[in-house]
T-cell receptor
Framework: DSGVTQTPKHLITATGQRVTLRCSPRSGDLSVYWYQQSLDQGLQFLIQYYNGEERAKGNILERFSAQQFPDLHSELNLSSLELGDSALYFC????????????FGPGTRLTVT | ELKVEQNPLFLSMQEGKNYTIYCNYSTTSDRLYWYRQDPGKSLESLFVLLSNGAVKQEGRLMASLDTKARLSTLHITAAVHDLSATYFCAVDPYNFNKFYFGSGTKLNVKP
């Protein structure tokens, strides 16, 4: 158990809908990263937040957005969902004193039908 | 376009044997990460290599980085079945905390 939690574990929704994925980092970790893993695209880095501020942006679609709240949990919002958005979404957090280490959550499996 | 290429993509080996997984990348980067993923599970961070010539070892796994050759290797010594997993490398060029992943190497160690 990495100490990073993600909810929900599974999500099934229809095309055109909007969903929110939630991530709670390990206690004390300020950084949160979001990743997408799909059969088509492989593993892709989406976005990173540090203490509430966006730090780095990867291949995140405009239909997707994220934020990190004052309690450091983060949410990834996916809207106007398409079939191709079906994937595993992972978040990870990094400790302050070891910023290159990442601890991954169990992931949310999103299925868009 | 930045490319991160791993080879082989699939590796089946016998217990007790040695093997190396290669990770080539197409642009300058002095940060290289290795991860492990068990089937149906999340990712686990294995190694972070932060400079040219960096070498890190944990158990039967040893990772190294040659930034001039844009190459990292993950060497497996005397493989055991528990090492069966998919291994990913990732680079963070420009040190912007933006990660680019390889396709993964699926390792199967046969007893």
């Amino acid at each position: 158990d990495s100490g990073v939690t993600q909810t929900p574990k599974h999500l099934i929704t229809a095309t055109g809908q909007r969903v929110t994925l939630r991530c709670s980092p390990r206690s004390g970790d300020l950084s949160v990263y979001w990743y997408q893993q799909s059969l088509d695209q492989g593993l892709q880095f989406l976005i990173q937040y540090y203490n509430g501020e966006e730090r780095a942006k990867g291949n995140i679609l405009e239909r997707f957005s994220a934020q990190q709240f004052p309690d450091l949990h983060s949410e990834l919002n996916l809207s106007s969902l398409e079939l191709g958005d079906s994937a595993l979404y992972f978040c990870a957090s990094s400790p302050r004193d070891s910023p290159y280490e990442q601890y991954f959550g169990p992931g949310t499996r999103l299925t868009v039908t | 376009e930045l490319k991160v290429e791993q080879n082989p993509l699939f590796l089946s080996m016998q217990e007790g044997k040695n093997y190396t997984i290669y990770c080539n990348y197409s642009t300058t980067s002095d940060r290289l990460y290795w991860y492990r993923q068990d089937p149906g599970k999340s990712l686990e961070s294995l190694f972070v290599l932060l400079s040219n010539g960096a070498v890190k070892q944990e158990g039967r796994l040893m990772a190294s980085l040659d930034t001039k050759a844009r190459l990292s290797t993950l060497h497996i010594t005397a493989a055991v079945h528990d090492l069966s997993a998919t291994y990913f490398c990732a680079v963070d060029p420009y040190n912007f905390n933006k990660f680019y992943f390889g396709s993964g190497t699926k390792l199967n160690v046969k007893p």
